[in-house]
């Protein structure tokens, strides 16, 4: 029979369809971007059994006329692919994606799955459920990706802190940059190319055949960078992706994960990148507060944000806290994140946290971290003399800290949640329950030291050299050549060059340089080892 699957995109279909066919499996697609003709013609092969794999949207998979046409040949399998979107928790929720049940329970035989890459036990259940799966075995590998690198910054001069990133670490090298907005996509990839560096904007404001064009390119060349919103992913399958940065904070842990999942698949090593601020933390907050939906809605979304500030405010390991968010328990240290790199210094925070919360409650909860922090350090601004808060008790009373480490403690106050932000007409800093704990005493505190920014110098490095360390100078020139052969046959055959070998693939050979078909064969069998968890399966292997 046919196996379908249930894709959510168009450039995911083409892009594993694709790959499928050059692995000699007949894979199909039927999607808008075919003509009535071209579609026609799918159907003939599929229903004279010259297809084993159809891709389909979940859109078309609900019309009539596929429902029609799927009676005329047998199916062995419905696939559910990117089976997260079924789940509102998630940030790609797709509601189509709630019908799919529907139709598939009218074939009571055929077996279905579901695959995800990126999914927590909020949303696995939500999987199961709605896709009726509560009787199906489950298989969950592994969250790890070894061979990323996880570093959180504060957040400085963000421009010239990536800047400064790609060139020092990077150069040349293909990465995808993620920021909140369209006009902050625009700004930084035209202010790096400014720089000189090959940058492209991509995002949901751009028209469609730009968007098309501006993600082929990034595919089919070498060391393009993309600065893009979260339109700019799902399905972005190209393996060599050297970096994946983030100016802004991501929407949750599992969007977190999802984008740095986009670095490295070809299991060579790859940094996850990320800066972030005091203003990140207020934003965030602000979205929540504002957010609609209901209170369950509200309060997992709360939790989803909490563990998103805990991890950029981690003392340990990254990866550690990364996949204890998923469920797992991983045995720390992994060494390949910043904060096993180099230990990452603590204080005991209590009485400064005490000092800050009071401070916040004496002016009435209405002012910020600026504001805070001049009466902690007695400075008599203009503003404090006419709210007459040099009278206040907390005034000066934070002298002993200098004005950046005060900041620092109301970012991981916010962080933490030992602090809100109000939103509407006054805005400013709010208590919480858990503030009051600390005020009373109740909880202590405990603060990172925030490492001193040194600008153009490279504070940490945790990553090793990830450029091929070849035995001689003829081997790294072989691999040249075959990389340029490669790009001519992707040419040719209008394929990404990753689609015909990988990278390391093409290291193999320099190396081992087979000199007719059974070595050539066995050097594929030597490599073809699985480096990384089978979740990203999708790559042609
Ligand atoms: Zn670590």
Known sequence: GVGIVISPLIALMQDQVGALRQSGVSAEFINSSLSREEAQLVEKRVVSGKSDILYVAPERLQTDS??????????????????????????????????????????????????????????????????????????????????????????????????????????????????????????????????????????????????????????????????????????????????????????????????????GRDGQPA???????????????????????????????????????????????????????????????????????????????????QKALSCVYRTGQRFGAAHLTDILIGNSTERILRLRHDRLKSFGAGKDLSPKVWRSVYRQLLAAGMLSVNVGKISGYGLTEKSWSVLRSE????????????RNKKVIKVSPKHKPDFLDDDARQLFEKLRHLRLDLSKKLGVPPFVIFHDKTLMEMAALRPTNRGEFLLSLIHISEPTRPSKSSRMPS
Not at 186 to 213: C, V
């Open 443 to 454: 909880r202590k505190v405990r603060f990172r030291k925030d490492p001193r920014l040194i």
């Open 271 to 353: 940094d996850a990148w990320m800066v972030y601020s005091l203003a990140d933390v207020v934003a965030m907050r602000k979205l929540l507060d504002q957010s609609e939906g209901d209170e369950a809605f509200k309060r997992i979304q709360q939790r989803k944000l909490e563990a998103l500030l805990g991890y950029c405010e981690a003392v340990e390991c990254r990866r550690e806290a990364l996949l204890g968010y998923f469920g797992e328990t991983y045995p720390a240290p992994c060494r390949t994140c910043d904060n096993c790199a180099q230990s990452v210094e603590a204080w005991d925070g209590t009485i400064a946290a």
């Open 66 to 263: 596929f429902q029609r046409f799927i009676r005329k040949f047998p199916v062995a399998v419905f696939a559910i692919d990117e089976a997260h979107c079924v789940s509102q928790w998630g940030h790609d929720f797709r509601p189509e994606y709630l019908k799919i049940a529907e139709v598939i329970d009218s074939y009571p035989k055929v077996p279905r799955v579901a695959l995800t890459a990126t999914a927590d036990a909020v949303t696995r259940r939500d999987i199961v459920e709605k896709l009726k799966l509560e009787r199906a075995a489950q298989f969950v590998s592994s969250f790890d990706r070894a061979n990323i690198h996880y570093r959180v910054l504060l957040k400085n001069k963000d421009k010239q802190q990536l800047h400064d990133f790609i060139r020092n670490e990077h150069p040349g090298e293909p990465g995808i940059v993620y920021v909140r907005t369209r006009r902050r996509a625009d700004q930084i990839a035209s202010w790096l190319k400014e720089k000189g560096l090959p940058a492209f904007s991509y995002h949901a404001g751009l028209d469609p055949h730009t968007r098309t064009e501006r993600q082929k390119q990034f595919l089919h060349d070498d060391g393009l960078i993309i600065v893009a919103t979260i339109a700019f992913g799902m399905g972005i399958d190209k393996p060599d992706v050297r970096f994946v940065a983030h100016l802004d904070l991501p929407a949750s842990m599992e969007a977190y994960y999802q984008e740095t999942g986009r670095a």
